[in-house]
């Protein structure tokens, strides 16, 4: 369903430090799961993904951690720069049709010099 | 990944009447989708826009209210009808085809109804 709320969690992180930001799934049958990033007055960018068969997939500077036990996806970035500062969403494909995200409530990455 | 395009990128637009956003990919694609994004929030997917095929809504979205072409591969319009207040939102298309999972997104249509 949709997320309620104005107010998106906050992560304030001094440029250089690693970056994790974390997300809880509702879906135990989801088989894939996307990582978004929404800067000011855009459309959502790809990140990385990930499907339910791994638990940790890497990137350029990106990694995604799954954990279906706990329905959990985490995202870190390493080396956090100022042009990382957004909103991220993660994203789950409920399973039942390709394509169908479900997405996160969202977390705003504040970079700070 | 595939170049996406809205027109038009916002609107203001008066209650009751209607607006048609477009949606252009660079190349073809197999899937196109169609999402509401409220001021300050996530994501909801409005419906799947299926070529040569009606599109398929989600809960709480009906055709009436928003209407959605797909005449070919690399085109899709929604549009949102008999608009009020609650209807401002960014309206956002995206792409995918079903051989990857992957999905990309559009800049979005900022539309807001007075």
């Known amino acids: 369903g949709e997320s309620v709320g104005l107010h998106l969690p906050t992560l304030s992180v001094q440029e250089g430090d690693n970056s994790i930001i974390n997300c809880a799934y509702s879906?135990?049958?989801?088989?894939?799961f996307i990582w978004y990033k929404q800067e000011s007055g855009k459309g959502p960018q790809f990140i990385i993904d990930?499907?339910?068969?791994?638990d940790k997939r890497q990137g350029q500077r990106v990694t995604v951690l799954l954990n279906k036990t706990v329905k959990h996806l985490s995202l870190q970035i390493a080396a956090t720069q100022p042009g990382d500062s957004a909103v991220y969403f993660c994203?789950?494909?409920?399973?039942?049709?390709?394509?169908?995200?479900?997405f996160g409530a969202g977390t705003q990455v504040v970079v700070t010099p | 990944s595939a170049v996406i395009s809205q027109k038009p990128s916002r609107d203001i637009c008066q209650r009751g009447t209607s607006l048609t956003i477009q949606c252009q990919v660079d190349?073809?694609?197999?899937?196109m989708f169609w999402y509401r994004q409220q001021p300050g929030q996530s994501l909801t997917l409005i419906a799947t826009?299926?070529?040569?095929?009606?599109?398929?809504?989600e809960s709480g979205f009906v055709i009436d209210k928003f209407p959605i072409s797909r005449p070919n591969l690399t085109f899709s319009t929604l549009t949102v009808s008999n608009m009020s207040p609650e209807d401002s939102s960014i309206y956002l298309c995206?792409?995918?085809?079903?051989?990857?999972?992957?999905?990309?997104f559009g800049p979005g249509t900022r539309l807001t109804v007075t």
């Open positions: 994203a789950e494909n409920l399973g039942d049709s390709w394509g169908k995200l479900q």
């Open positions: 995206s792409v995918g085809e079903t051989s990857s999972y992957e999905q990309y």
């Open positions: 990930i499907r339910s068969n791994m």
């Open positions: 879906n135990s049958a989801s088989d894939y």
């Open positions: 190349s073809q694609v197999t899937m």
């Open positions: 826009a299926n070529q040569g095929s009606e599109a398929t809504y």
